[in-house]
């Protein structure tokens, strides 16, 4: 009985890797709303929250790497990029919808506020599972590209007919 793990191991579905995504972006920004509360008490708030998104970043991308996407390894500097930048467009977004939230609502309370921000966060959330999944973690991109025939050939009914000497043949192949 071979007991030896294959290296290429399956990519779970997409419900399967949404629930992980959920779960493990999930953790993370509770984590991190924790941190980032923890840390404005001794520094400035905004360098506490670039702190913590920069870190929790770092972690969220390495988990969707071995356990979201079954990449089955670390996250390759790529992928942090890659994801680091999904990551500051969702932060563009959110901070927009605040923008927008505070030019529309004069002041606007704090039930307002989270319906907002959170609703901003899940349109973002469900962005950046697109991107990680179809672009960051896509598994076999660069072989099946490599690997793909440039020409197909023709079947050999068509080769023959497409011969110059009999132009009917051609049509009865087709």
């Known amino acids: 009985?071979?007991?030896a793990k294959n290296p290429e191991r399956a990519a779970p579905g997409a419900l399967t890797a949404f629930a992980r995504f959920v779960l493990c972006g999930?953790?993370?920004?509770?984590?991190?709303?924790f941190a980032v509360t923890a840390l404005a008490g001794r520094i400035p708030w905004v360098l506490a929250n670039a702190l913590v998104t920069v870190v929790s970043t770092l972690l969220a991308t390495e988990l969707h790497a071995r356990f979201t996407f079954g990449?089955?390894?670390?996250a390759t500097w790529r992928q942090h990029a890659q994801s680091a930048g999904s990551a500051a467009?969702?932060?563009a977004v959110t901070c927009l919808?605040?923008?927008a939230l505070s030019w529309l609502v004069e002041t606007p309370g704090a039930v307002l506020e989270q319906v907002v921000y959170l609703s901003a966060s899940a349109l973002t959330g469900a962005a950046r599972f697109a991107v990680l999944r179809l672009v960051v973690f896509a598994r076999n991109r660069s072989r099946a590209a490599s690997t793909a025939p440039t020409t197909r050939p023709l079947p050999a009914t068509l080769a023959r007919a497409s011969s110059p000497a009999d132009p009917a043949a051609l049509c009865r192949a087709a």
Do not use: P
């Open 71 to 74: 990449a089955g390894g670390r």
């Open 89 to 91: 467009a969702g932060y």
């Open 26 to 33: 999930g953790g993370v920004g509770v984590a991190s709303s």
């Open 1 to 3: 009985m071979d007991t």
């Open 97 to 99: 919808a605040m923008l």
